[in-house]
């Protein structure tokens, strides 16, 4: 049973950096999408960062590119989010997805798996 478990999130002032962690166990995840998601009170689940498994290749969010960056260690299992110069509108709870395939910008309806979530707030 595949279970992604995300860690990291918190307070931090604007300007500033946090790095969040998916710890993902169940199964092989060689031909697998991770993807960073994030919801904001009041607004819809959106595309944060992605990154497939095998090949490393990435791609992200409009709002948050050159400031974010995707990553993934295989030994670990593991895919990170370090988050650097934040803003007050990056707060939300995100998310750690994980789906079959190759595309790496779809909607959330197309992941299979996802995690419980972790609170960023970025003060201003």
């Known amino acids: 049973q595949v279970q992604l478990v995300e860690s990291g999130g918190g307070l931090v002032q604007a300007g500033g950096s946090l790095r969040l962690s998916c710890a993902a166990s169940?199964?092989?995840?060689?031909?697998?999408?991770m993807g960073w998601f994030r919801q904001a009170p009041g607004k819809e689940r959106e595309f944060v960062a992605g990154?497939?498994?095998?090949?490393?290749?990435?791609d992200y969010g409009d709002s948050v590119k050159a400031r974010f960056t995707i990553s993934r260690d295989n030994a670990k299992n593991t895919v990170y989010l370090q988050m650097n110069s934040l803003k007050p509108e990056d707060t939300a709870v995100y998310y750690c997805a994980a789906r079959f395939g190759v595309n790496l910008r779809v909607g959330i309806d197309a992941y299979a798996y996802w995690g419980q979530g972790t609170q960023v707030t970025v003060s201003s």
């Open positions: 990154i497939s498994w095998s090949s490393g290749r990435t």
């Open positions: 169940g199964r092989t995840f060689s031909g697998y999408v």
